[in-house]
């Protein structure tokens, strides 16, 4: 829920002030900057929780740790290069399978019920799914459309 808060409220005080400075609304350019914010939000996440988001990954996978402090750096470069032309599409596309390859990840932790701030299986289940699906969708659509398709 929190990154859909800093992702929506970073997104509109964004059009709010390019639109006080420039005075035009730049949807496109507002949406980047809140998936920026986000993005950066979430990435600080994986350094503060990666024991418990190491759960969430599937036990055959090794270097699970690895995996998540990884994880955080694409996130903090996917925050930049949604702001460097050259290198937006790409970005764009490789977030979006970013969004898709994590997936999974989320899935297993609503079945197993992980909190992956506490580290522990007292986590919501599956009702959190009835929201993360969506809010992942709602990712993808949001950098494709604001990245790939203001183009």
């Known amino acids: ?79 930049i290069g949604l702001h460097i032309s050259y290198i937006r599409p790409l970005t764009a596309w490789l977030l979006i399978l970013f969004f898709l390859m994590i997936l999974p990840t989320n899935i297993k932790a609503c079945i197993e019920h992980i909190n992956y701030q506490k580290g522990t299986y007292d986590g919501n289940g599956l009702m959190y799914l009835w929201f993360r699906i969506p809010l992942q969708i709602l990712f993808i659509a949001w950098v494709y459309i604001s990245s790939l398709q203001s183009q």
Do not use: Q, W
């Open 1 to 79: 829920m929190k990154p859909l808060i800093i992702l929506c409220a970073i997104s509109i005080l964004s059009l709010l002030s390019i639109r006080m400075v420039l005075g035009k609304y730049d949807f496109a350019f507002s949406a980047r900057i809140g998936m920026s914010a986000m993005l950066l939000f979430t990435a600080l996440g994986h350094f503060m929780f990666t024991n418990g988001m190491a759960m969430m990954i599937p036990n055959f996978v090794p270097f699970k740790k690895e995996i998540i402090y990884f994880t955080a750096i694409i996130e903090i470069l996917a925050a």
